[in-house]
């Protein structure tokens, strides 16, 4: 079962949907746990920013982050600003050439931007545990890592997991228990989010 996109999820959170999308998610969500509980993340998440009167962006800030399509999440008082990455690339949502064959389930790909910094990130599975190893690198448009940032594995509203890049900017989480997860990345330039890196038991 093909799982719905966050922007499409997204999208019916704000009321954006048409008629007939909102008819095809909601008879999904009504079988689909994993759908339901992030559908219900983004609820929270639109409810706070929403409530959220501590500061009022610059209109350039604001046309920034459109013209980027990444929103600006919050900026709490004397914080950094948080970023949503968007996912550019994801080998589930590339089919295979005619002919080829698959022995085992191959590692999946994905790849994430904020701006100009990219996160890729590879996802292997091992179904004998029913457990992940996920790795990954920011890259930025600079020549420069980002050494040391601290990243974390979020699931149901809780940090599970944490580690920090090393000096090219790559990080790991070996053999975590499958669920679903939110990932992020604490750069000088602010907190970069990755929703939904990992949905369930996929």
Same mark, same amino acid.
């Given at each position: 079962?093909?799982?719905?996109?966050?922007?499409?999820?997204? $999208?019916?959170?704000?009321?954006?949907?048409?008629?007939?999308?909102?008819?095809?998610?909601?008879? =999904?969500?009504? &079988?689909?746990?994993?759908?339901?509980?992030?559908?219900?993340?983004?609820?929270?998440?639109?409810?706070?920013?929403?409530? $959220?009167?501590?500061?009022?962006?610059?209109?350039?800030?604001?046309?920034?982050?459109?013209?980027?399509?990444?929103?600006?999440?919050?900026?709490?008082?004397?914080?950094?600003?948080?970023?949503?990455?968007?996912?550019?690339?994801?080998?589930?949502?590339?089919?295979?050439?005619?002919?080829?064959?698959?022995?085992?389930?191959?590692?999946?790909?994905?790849?994430?931007?904020?701006?100009?910094?990219?996160?890729?990130?590879?996802?292997?599975?091992?179904?004998?545990?029913?457990?992940?190893?996920?790795?990954?690198?920011?890259?930025?448009?600079?020549?420069?890592?980002?050494?040391?940032?601290?990243?974390?594995?979020?699931? =149901?509203?809780?940090?599970?997991?944490?580690?920090?890049?090393?000096?090219?900017?790559?990080?790991?989480?070996?053999?975590?228990?499958? $669920?679903?997860? =939110?990932?992020?990345? $604490?750069?000088?330039?602010?907190?970069?989010?990755?929703?939904?890196? =990992?949905?369930?038991? &996929?």
């Amino acid at each position: 079962m093909r799982h719905i996109t966050i922007e499409t999820l997204i $999208d019916y959170v704000e009321g954006l949907s048409s008629d007939a999308e909102k008819s095809d998610i909601e008879a =999904h969500l009504v &079988s689909c746990l994993d759908c339901t509980e992030i559908k219900q993340e983004l609820q929270s998440l639109v409810l706070q920013l929403r409530q $959220d009167t501590f500061f009022e962006p610059p209109v350039g800030l604001v046309q920034w982050g459109i013209n980027l399509f990444q929103p600006v999440v919050r900026r709490a008082p004397g914080g950094l600003p948080k970023f949503i990455a968007s996912l550019v690339f994801d080998t589930f949502e590339q089919p295979m050439f005619a002919g080829m064959r698959r022995v085992g389930t191959p590692p999946r790909q994905l790849l994430f931007r904020a701006g100009e910094i990219d996160i890729d990130v590879k996802i292997e599975s091992m179904e004998a545990n029913n457990r992940i190893s996920l790795v990954g690198q920011v890259l930025p448009s600079a020549t420069k890592f980002f050494e040391n940032a601290p990243v974390k594995l979020e699931s =149901h509203g809780i940090v599970r997991y944490s580690t920090k890049t090393n000096v090219i900017g790559e990080f790991s989480f070996d053999e975590v228990p499958k $669920d679903t997860y =939110h990932l992020s990345v $604490d750069l000088p330039e602010g907190e970069i989010t990755l929703f939904c890196v =990992h949905r369930g038991n &996929s």
